[in-house]
């Protein structure tokens, strides 16, 4: 099956999913640790969206596939590192993956610099996982209020990702609690929870995504 067969097949699911729950979802190409040929496959055939974690493996391939196709939006989704961050903000359009306001900041900062407004979406940790980024809920409103402040940048949602389980039934208390959070804030530019992979993304939309994260099961195996 080709590339493009298989992300028609994962964006078909999305679709009745997100019929099934009642609210539009997007999916998004994860790139990370693949070849720029199997992206280029997709972008030649009107896939916009591709999603990368790894700022050096990122950049060739943002600059090579923006010179050949128009409006390609990347989203950076893997752990920010401050060092960074100045190429984050002006490589990615969307930054799933902020959890401090010393981060917020600086991505202000760096917004300011380069004349953009930099969206980004602050990353969950609800099951409170010490091996993963993102802020606990109860400093999610600091959190918050602080990004108001801040001129550059647009909070356009959250971003969570549950513990991993082979039942993924035991992760709908998480996923329930994101959806219940990005209701309490939604409004017209705070409209976008990100949430659900390959393994979850139909019973994260249920629970309220609207942007889902497919990688292995649209470009195969991983360098």
Known sequence: MSIIES???IYSEVLKCSKKAGHNVELLAVSKNQDISKMEELACNNV???GESKVQEALPKIEYLSNKYNNLDFHFIGKVQTNKLKKIVEYFNLI???DRQDVLKLINNYACEL???QNVLIQLNIACETQKNGIAVENLDDILNASAALENVVVKGLMFMPPY???ITKNIKYFDMANSLFNKYKSNT???LSMGMSHDFCL???YGATLVRVGTNIFGERL
Request: net charge negative.
């Open 7 to 9: 992300y028609n097949n």
């Open 48 to 50: 916009l969206m591709f």
């Open 96 to 98: 799933h993956s902020v």
């Open 115 to 117: 004349g953009k407004k």
């Open 165 to 167: 389980e082979e039942d």
């Open 190 to 192: 705070f409209n976008t």
């Open 204 to 206: 994260a939309i249920e």
